[in-house]
């Protein structure tokens, strides 16, 4: 089956399986491979990447659910060249070890943090509307999606408070 993705701002046309999950799409059929396999059911987060602005785990949906629809990946994030501030805070932070669940990570939070800033009730608590300063305790629940097997996750808090605002 035919299939057009938007991904990071460029149109792919697929000829694909009509049970090629978004996931396999973006590796094996663009090449995209900064978006991550884990467990390839929906635990782990390592697949995350943003739907029109929505964060989702890649795995659980299929690409022919996606036709013109706006897909971001970690690839799509920044400026060529340049990392975008959540991407450059990982990095000064120390926010992985291993760096498998890192573009997942990063993923989730860039939707979390946009969520954020848009007060959306269906996924920001009225209290957060309009600002965006999130405690541990709401990013580890928000975050609750995303598993690091290196528990690097203080690391990680840190990088997102600091592009919070
Ligand atoms: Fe999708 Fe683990 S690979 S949630």
Do not use: W
Request: charged content about 20%; proline content about 4%.
């Amino acid at each position: 089956m035919h299939t057009q993705l938007d991904v990071n701002g460029r149109a792919y046309a697929l000829d694909h399986d009509p049970r090629t999950t978004l996931l396999d799409a973006l590796r094996d059929h663009i090449g995209l491979y900064g978006t991550k396999k884990g467990c390839d059911h929906g635990q782990c987060g390592a697949c995350t990447v943003l739907v029109n602005g929505r964060r989702i785990n890649s795995c659980l949906t299929l690409a022919a659910m996606h036709d013109g629809d706006e897909i971001t990946t970690v690839e799509g994030l920044g400026e060529p060249g340049a990392l975008a501030p959540l991407q450059q805070a990982f990095v000064d932070c120390d926010g992985y070890q291993c760096g498998y669940c890192t573009p997942g990570q990063i993923m989730s939070a860039t939707g979390m943090l946009e969520e954020a800033k848009a007060g959306d009730p269906s996924h920001v608590s009225a209290s957060l509307s309009g600002d965006v300063a999130l405690d541990d305790s709401e990013i580890a629940e928000r975050m609750s999606g995303n598993l690091c097997r290196c528990s690097a996750y203080p690391f990680i808090r840190q990088a997102i408070h600091s592009v919070e605002g």
